[in-house]
């Protein structure tokens, strides 16, 4: 079972994917705006993927080409069951994938399924003010800005500004889902 896009899916990620998630988490360019700041082992990744796997406040999904090629990965953390709200994070690990469409619409189609399927109110999220793609690609999905956690992360030598942004479930519904 996957959740469909027009060009991509959203499946379940397989401890077989984790030399991928290796090999993307060990490349500069790509986590040069996430929170990994240290070389990542095949066994470290194990281990969180045997966490991942006992929590159930967080769902990740790979993303596939419609032709099964693994380019990505798409996650609600800490859902919130109660207040109806989860952190969404993505990473496009295929860098020549990049500036295709791919993120957006990644991002869309987990947002339909938040709110159509899992009842989600609000989804939000955190972003270095400095990372224009993913800005451009969450403006394009909707969602709104919300604050700005001033020099939030140290990295490079400096301190970086992160944004907070946000989408109500009444939001997306209305804007025809993208
Ligand atoms: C951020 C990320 C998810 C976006 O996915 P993507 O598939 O590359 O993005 P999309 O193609 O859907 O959209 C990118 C948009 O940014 C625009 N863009 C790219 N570089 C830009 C730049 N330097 N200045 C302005 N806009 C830029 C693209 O033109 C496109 O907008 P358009 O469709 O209006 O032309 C992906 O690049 C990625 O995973 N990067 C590394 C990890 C990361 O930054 N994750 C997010 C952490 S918050």
Not at 47 to 57: A, C, G, H, I, S
Not at 158 to 178: A, C, N, Q, T
Request: aromatic share 10%; glycine share 8%.
């Amino acid at each position: 079972m996957a959740i469909l896009g027009r060009r991509i899916r959203l499946r379940a990620i397989e401890r077989s994917d984790i030399p991928t998630f290796v090999r993307w988490l060990n490349d500069p360019e790509v986590v040069e705006n996430l929170l990994l700041y240290l070389p990542i082992s095949q066994a470290q990744e194990e281990q969180w993927f045997e966490n991942y796997l006992k929590d159930t406040d967080r769902h990740i999904f790979g993303i596939e080409t419609l032709d099964g090629k693994l380019i990505g990965n798409v996650a609600l953390e800490s859902i919130n069951w109660k207040d109806r709200c989860a952190e969404l994070g993505i990473v496009i690990g295929e860098k020549d994938q990049w500036d295709k469409g791919y993120g957006t619409e990644a991002v869309c189609t987990l947002l339909g399924f938040a709110f159509r399927e899992m009842n989600l109110h609000r989804v939000f999220l955190h972003v270095f003010d400095d990372n224009v793609r993913a800005l451009r690609c969450y403006e394009k999905c909707g969602f709104q800005h919300e604050g700005r956690l001033r020099q939030a992360e140290f990295s490079n030598g400096h301190y970086r500004d992160e944004l907070l942004m946000g989408i109500l479930r009444s939001e997306f519904l209305e804007s025809g889902e993208r």
